[in-house]
């Protein structure tokens, strides 16, 4: 899962679309869309000694996986629940707190090209476009450094200098199996560089 800048001199979707003609030229076919979202909570203040920043905990949820519900702490571990765990987070609301402004999202199209699975979003905070998300997917193989030269290869093929360096979270995992949860700390990392990059205001524009 990366971030690819916009284009100069285009907007958000217009680069998505530019992206996507690419991928089309290359052969491959639309399956569909696809959608992730990402909510923030906050430890309550009561709970956090003084002094102390609250931790932050994400709740997202991905379309390929309907039925489940992802928690993430940042640096920590990520909690695969079933669906139900949204309706638990408001029965916990006096230890998180909904950071109701924070909901940020990446929906779009699904492509399928080869044994390549391609999701290229646009990532939204409130009404107004913030980004865009690629995912890319090797579906034959579960080891994610064994197929990465190959996902690198595939991925120059249309996102040219953008193409991504290894993610952090295949440091961690090395020859073992590559999950669901892997793809949504990358997420959760996405998201978490586009809301900072909203935060850093830009000299010399008026």
């Known amino acids: 899962v990366s971030q690819v800048p916009v284009a100069e ?9 530019l992206l996507a003609r690419r991928l089309e030229a290359l052969g491959a076919d639309k399956q569909g869309t696809f959608g992730v979202d990402c909510e923030t909570y906050h430890t309550a203040a009561a709970l956090g000694t003084q002094g102390q920043t609250g931790k932050l905990m994400y709740v997202m949820h991905n379309s390929e996986y309907p039925l489940s519900c992802f928690a993430l ?8 629940a079933d669906a139900n765990f949204d309706t638990l987070m408001v029965k916990l609301k006096g230890f998180f707190q909904n950071a109701k402004a924070n ?21 939204t905070m409130g009404p107004s476009a913030r980004g865009i998300s690629v ?45 669901p949860g892997d793809t ?17 205001p830009v000299a010399g524009i008026r």
């Not at 702490?73 to 695969?80: A, D, I, M, S, T």
């Not at 909901?103 to 399928?112: A, D």
Request: hydrophobic content about 35%; overall charge negative.
């Open 9 to 17: 001199g285009k907007s958000v979707q217009q680069t998505v679309e």
């Open 73 to 80: 702490f940042e640096n920590g571990p990520c909690l695969v």
């Open 103 to 123: 909901k940020i999202e990446s929906r779009g199209t699904r492509y399928q090209y080869c044994d390549f699975l391609v999701k290229l979003g646009t990532v």
């Open 135 to 179: 995912e890319v997917e090797y579906c034959p193989c579960v080891i994610a450094n064994d197929c990465w030269n190959l996902l690198m290869e595939f991925m120059q093929s249309f996102m040219g200098s953008h193409t991504p360096g290894i993610p952090s979270v295949f440091g961690s995992k090395h020859d073992s199996a590559y999950s």
């Open 184 to 200: 949504m700390v990358q997420y959760m990392e996405l998201f978490n560089k586009i809301r900072k990059q909203q935060q850093v």
